[in-house]
Nanobody, 114 residues
Framework: VQLQASGGGLVQPGGSLRLSCAAS????????MGWYRQGPGKQRELVAV???????NYADSVKGRFTISFDTPKNTVYLQMNNLKPEDTAVYYC?????????WGRGTQVTVSS
């Protein structure tokens, strides 16, 4: 299983970015898929994940600002990030759980700075 993430970059506070992650498998068969992040000097933390066919789970710090969505024909998950804050600066990792195994994308850098 391979995960290819894209869409990171530099954005000013209050701005928006959309991350994409394309999977090499049919994501209808996945157990869980979404995004984690690791900020400077911090541990990796959950941002948003969604079980197949279920309601998404968001970190409290991003609720109301970030939205996870799926394009199943394209086997792609998106993370729409609005009203970005400097504390959202991190490497964002795409995550997929499939057949009791965890898979991670390479990570994409998001920097929020003026």
């Amino acid at each position: 299983v391979q995960l290819q993430a894209s869409g990171g970059g530099l954005v000013q506070p209050g701005g928006s970015l959309r991350l994409s992650c394309a999977a090499s498998i049919n994501i209808r068969t996945m157990t869980l898929m979404g995004w984690y992040r690791q900020g400077p000097g911090k541990q990796r933390e959950l941002v948003a994940v969604s079980p197949g066919g279920g309601a998404p789970n968001y970190a409290d710090s991003v609720k109301g600002r970030f939205t996870i969505s799926f394009d199943t024909p394209k086997n792609t998950v998106y993370l729409q990030m609005n009203n970005l804050k400097p504390e959202d600066t991190a490497v964002y990792y795409c995550y997929l759980r499939f057949m009791n195994n965890n898979y991670w994308g390479r990570g994409t850098q998001v920097t929020v700075s003026s």
